[in-house]
Protein backbone atom coordinates (compact mmCIF):
# COMPACT_ATOMS: atom_id res chain seq x y z
CA UNK A 1 0.00 0.00 0.00
CA UNK A 2 1.56 3.46 -0.77
CA UNK A 3 1.78 5.66 1.85
CA UNK A 4 3.16 9.16 2.39
CA UNK A 5 3.58 10.75 5.94
CA UNK A 6 4.36 14.14 6.74
CA UNK A 7 6.13 15.37 9.28
CA UNK A 8 8.16 18.70 10.89
CA UNK A 9 5.23 20.86 10.71
CA UNK A 10 4.47 23.30 13.56
CA UNK A 11 4.87 27.00 14.88
CA UNK A 12 7.88 29.05 13.85
CA UNK A 13 8.38 32.80 14.12
CA UNK A 14 8.49 35.18 10.94
CA UNK A 15 12.00 34.96 8.84
CA UNK A 16 12.29 31.73 10.57
CA UNK A 17 13.06 28.29 9.31
CA UNK A 18 11.67 24.70 9.29
CA UNK A 19 12.29 21.48 7.61
CA UNK A 20 9.26 19.09 5.88
CA UNK A 21 9.76 15.72 5.77
CA UNK A 22 7.81 13.22 3.61
CA UNK A 23 8.39 9.63 4.47
CA UNK A 24 7.46 7.16 1.29
CA UNK A 25 6.16 3.62 1.89
CA UNK A 26 4.80 0.93 -0.39
CA UNK A 27 6.58 1.77 -3.43
CA UNK A 28 10.38 3.01 -4.57
CA UNK A 29 10.15 6.77 -4.15
CA UNK A 30 13.52 6.84 -6.96
CA UNK A 31 11.14 5.74 -9.68
CA UNK A 32 8.89 8.56 -9.01
CA UNK A 33 9.14 12.63 -9.28
CA UNK A 34 7.42 14.20 -6.25
CA UNK A 35 5.75 17.68 -5.27
CA UNK A 36 5.02 19.54 -2.31
CA UNK A 37 1.13 21.39 -2.75
CA UNK A 38 0.24 23.73 0.32
CA UNK A 39 -3.49 24.74 1.30
CA UNK A 40 -3.79 27.65 3.24
CA UNK A 41 -6.93 26.46 5.54
CA UNK A 42 -10.46 26.25 4.03
CA UNK A 43 -8.92 27.68 0.96
CA UNK A 44 -7.58 26.29 -2.23
CA UNK A 45 -4.64 23.79 -3.08
CA UNK A 46 -1.59 25.55 -4.30
CA UNK A 47 1.36 23.74 -5.91
CA UNK A 48 4.39 24.77 -4.15
CA UNK A 49 7.70 22.45 -5.61
CA UNK A 50 8.76 19.20 -7.96
CA UNK A 51 11.73 17.57 -8.16
CA UNK A 52 13.01 14.82 -10.47
CA UNK A 53 13.70 11.23 -9.49
CA UNK A 54 17.23 11.45 -8.55
CA UNK A 55 17.06 15.17 -7.43
CA UNK A 56 18.98 16.97 -10.41
CA UNK A 57 16.31 18.78 -11.76
CA UNK A 58 13.47 21.10 -9.60
CA UNK A 59 10.79 23.56 -10.40
CA UNK A 60 9.41 26.34 -7.70
CA UNK A 61 6.14 28.43 -7.44
CA UNK A 62 7.22 32.07 -7.70
CA UNK A 63 5.75 32.76 -4.62
CA UNK A 64 8.34 30.28 -2.68
CA UNK A 65 11.60 30.60 -5.43
CA UNK A 66 14.62 31.51 -3.70
CA UNK A 67 13.19 30.48 0.00
CA UNK A 68 12.80 27.22 -0.32
CA UNK A 69 14.22 24.06 -1.56
CA UNK A 70 13.06 20.79 -2.30
CA UNK A 71 15.23 17.72 -2.05
CA UNK A 72 15.19 13.90 -1.55
CA UNK A 73 16.96 11.16 -0.33
CA UNK A 74 16.19 7.87 -2.13
CA UNK A 75 17.76 5.44 0.24
CA UNK A 76 15.78 6.74 3.16
CA UNK A 77 13.17 6.78 0.94
CA UNK A 78 12.22 10.25 2.08
CA UNK A 79 11.28 14.01 0.41
CA UNK A 80 12.18 16.99 2.06
CA UNK A 81 11.31 20.78 1.82
CA UNK A 82 13.57 23.10 3.44
CA UNK A 83 11.67 26.46 4.58
CA UNK A 84 13.48 29.64 4.98
CA UNK A 85 12.38 33.52 5.54
CA UNK A 86 8.94 32.37 6.09
CA UNK A 87 6.21 34.88 6.21
CA UNK A 88 2.35 34.70 7.54
CA UNK A 89 1.55 34.18 3.88
CA UNK A 90 3.36 30.74 4.01
CA UNK A 91 0.93 29.42 6.61
CA UNK A 92 -0.75 26.34 5.11
CA UNK A 93 -0.88 22.73 5.24
CA UNK A 94 1.97 21.02 3.16
CA UNK A 95 1.30 17.96 1.27
CA UNK A 96 3.83 16.03 -0.48
CA UNK A 97 2.37 13.78 -3.05
CA UNK A 98 3.65 11.39 -5.66
CA UNK A 99 3.76 11.90 -9.56
CA UNK A 100 1.55 9.67 -11.35
CA UNK A 101 4.58 9.32 -13.48
CA UNK A 102 6.79 6.06 -13.39
CA UNK A 103 10.18 6.50 -14.29
CA UNK A 104 12.43 3.59 -14.89
CA UNK A 105 16.56 4.25 -15.15
CA UNK A 106 16.78 4.76 -18.35
CA UNK A 107 13.50 6.98 -19.25
CA UNK A 108 9.85 8.04 -17.73
CA UNK A 109 6.29 7.45 -18.78
CA UNK A 110 4.11 10.05 -17.75
CA UNK A 111 0.59 11.32 -18.87
CA UNK A 112 0.99 14.69 -17.43
CA UNK A 113 2.04 15.42 -14.27
CA UNK A 114 -0.40 14.73 -12.09
CA UNK A 115 -0.48 13.41 -8.57
CA UNK A 116 -1.79 9.99 -7.72
CA UNK A 117 -0.95 9.69 -4.35
CA UNK A 118 -0.99 12.39 -1.41
CA UNK A 119 0.06 12.46 2.08
CA UNK A 120 -2.04 13.16 5.09
CA UNK A 121 -0.48 16.94 5.67
CA UNK A 122 1.55 18.92 8.18
CA UNK A 123 0.25 21.73 9.31
CA UNK A 124 2.62 25.22 9.49
CA UNK A 125 2.02 28.24 10.95
CA UNK A 126 4.04 31.16 11.25
CA UNK A 127 3.57 33.69 13.77
CA UNK A 128 4.90 35.75 16.64
CA UNK B 1 1.38 31.01 -15.74
CA UNK B 2 -1.90 28.91 -17.20
CA UNK B 3 -4.77 30.12 -14.88
CA UNK B 4 -7.75 27.33 -14.37
CA UNK B 5 -11.15 29.47 -13.97
CA UNK B 6 -13.47 26.63 -11.89
CA UNK B 7 -17.53 27.18 -11.90
CA UNK B 8 -19.35 27.14 -10.34
CA UNK B 9 -17.77 27.61 -6.63
CA UNK B 10 -20.79 25.94 -5.11
CA UNK B 11 -23.68 23.90 -6.23
CA UNK B 12 -26.47 22.57 -4.00
CA UNK B 13 -27.80 18.76 -5.12
CA UNK B 14 -29.68 15.88 -3.81
CA UNK B 15 -28.91 12.58 -3.93
CA UNK B 16 -29.43 10.89 -7.60
CA UNK B 17 -28.66 14.62 -9.45
CA UNK B 18 -26.10 14.64 -12.22
CA UNK B 19 -23.57 17.05 -11.14
CA UNK B 20 -21.05 19.25 -13.67
CA UNK B 21 -18.20 21.02 -12.64
CA UNK B 22 -16.19 22.88 -15.22
CA UNK B 23 -12.67 24.25 -15.67
CA UNK B 24 -11.45 26.46 -18.56
CA UNK B 25 -8.17 26.88 -19.12
CA UNK B 26 -6.08 30.12 -20.44
CA UNK B 27 -3.88 28.50 -22.94
CA UNK B 28 -3.52 25.07 -24.74
CA UNK B 29 -3.21 22.25 -22.23
CA UNK B 30 -3.59 19.61 -24.05
CA UNK B 31 -5.54 16.63 -22.62
CA UNK B 32 -3.67 17.63 -19.22
CA UNK B 33 -6.10 17.93 -16.38
CA UNK B 34 -6.91 16.42 -13.58
CA UNK B 35 -9.38 16.22 -11.04
CA UNK B 36 -9.60 15.64 -7.41
CA UNK B 37 -11.74 15.39 -4.94
CA UNK B 38 -11.23 16.90 -0.98
CA UNK B 39 -13.29 15.97 2.23
CA UNK B 40 -12.89 18.31 5.08
CA UNK B 41 -9.71 17.85 7.05
CA UNK B 42 -8.27 15.17 4.40
CA UNK B 43 -6.01 15.17 2.05
CA UNK B 44 -7.16 15.83 -1.75
CA UNK B 45 -8.29 12.40 -3.42
CA UNK B 46 -7.19 11.93 -7.40
CA UNK B 47 -10.18 10.87 -9.76
CA UNK B 48 -9.61 11.34 -12.94
CA UNK B 49 -5.58 12.18 -14.89
CA UNK B 50 -5.04 13.16 -18.92
CA UNK B 51 -8.77 14.42 -19.28
CA UNK B 52 -10.82 11.02 -18.96
CA UNK B 53 -8.67 8.36 -17.51
CA UNK B 54 -10.60 6.81 -14.04
CA UNK B 55 -7.57 6.31 -11.31
CA UNK B 56 -7.89 2.71 -10.11
CA UNK B 57 -11.26 2.38 -7.80
CA UNK B 58 -12.82 5.35 -8.23
CA UNK B 59 -16.82 4.52 -8.89
CA UNK B 60 -17.83 5.04 -12.86
CA UNK B 61 -20.61 7.87 -11.76
CA UNK B 62 -17.35 9.91 -12.57
CA UNK B 63 -16.27 10.92 -15.86
CA UNK B 64 -14.29 13.42 -17.30
CA UNK B 65 -14.54 15.51 -20.98
CA UNK B 66 -13.05 17.82 -23.04
CA UNK B 67 -13.85 20.08 -25.54
CA UNK B 68 -11.15 22.60 -26.40
CA UNK B 69 -10.03 24.34 -23.68
CA UNK B 70 -12.92 23.66 -21.30
CA UNK B 71 -13.02 20.29 -18.93
CA UNK B 72 -15.87 18.95 -17.42
CA UNK B 73 -16.10 16.58 -14.63
CA UNK B 74 -19.72 14.93 -14.20
CA UNK B 75 -20.85 13.09 -11.71
CA UNK B 76 -23.76 11.10 -13.15
CA UNK B 77 -25.90 10.01 -9.96
CA UNK B 78 -24.60 11.84 -7.12
CA UNK B 79 -24.18 9.95 -3.80
CA UNK B 80 -24.08 10.43 -0.33
CA UNK B 81 -20.04 10.11 -0.29
CA UNK B 82 -19.84 12.80 -2.76
CA UNK B 83 -20.35 15.98 -0.77
CA UNK B 84 -16.87 17.41 -1.02
CA UNK B 85 -14.86 19.57 -2.87
CA UNK B 86 -13.64 19.62 -5.86
CA UNK B 87 -10.38 20.73 -7.95
CA UNK B 88 -9.00 20.94 -11.35
CA UNK B 89 -5.38 20.95 -12.19
CA UNK B 90 -3.66 21.76 -15.23
CA UNK B 91 -0.84 18.69 -15.29
CA UNK B 92 0.55 20.33 -18.66
CA UNK B 93 3.57 22.48 -18.14
CA UNK B 94 5.10 24.17 -14.68
CA UNK B 95 3.91 25.59 -12.36
CA UNK B 96 1.48 23.37 -12.43
CA UNK B 97 -2.74 25.14 -11.51
CA UNK B 98 -5.36 24.43 -9.63
CA UNK B 99 -8.97 25.75 -10.20
CA UNK B 100 -10.63 27.43 -7.31
CA UNK B 101 -12.78 24.97 -5.98
CA UNK B 102 -15.98 23.47 -6.28
CA UNK B 103 -17.66 22.23 -2.89
CA UNK B 104 -20.88 20.12 -3.48
CA UNK B 105 -22.97 20.21 -1.13
CA UNK B 106 -26.59 19.75 -0.17
Not at chain 1, 26 to 36: P, R, V, Y
Not at chain 1, 43 to 65: E, F, M, P
Request: charged share 15%.
Amino acid sequence: EVQLVESGGGLVQPGGSLRLSCAASGFALSNHWMHWVRQVPEKGLVWVSRINTDGSSTSYADSVRGRYTISRDNAKNTLYLQMNSLSAEDTAVYYCARDGGFCSATSCRREGYYSDYWGQGTLVTVSP
Amino acid sequence: DIQMTQSPSSVSASVGDRVTITCRASQDIHIYVAWYQQKPGKAPNLLIYTTSSLKGGVPSRFSGSRSGTNFSLTISSLQPEDYATYYCQQTDSFPLTFGGGTKVEI
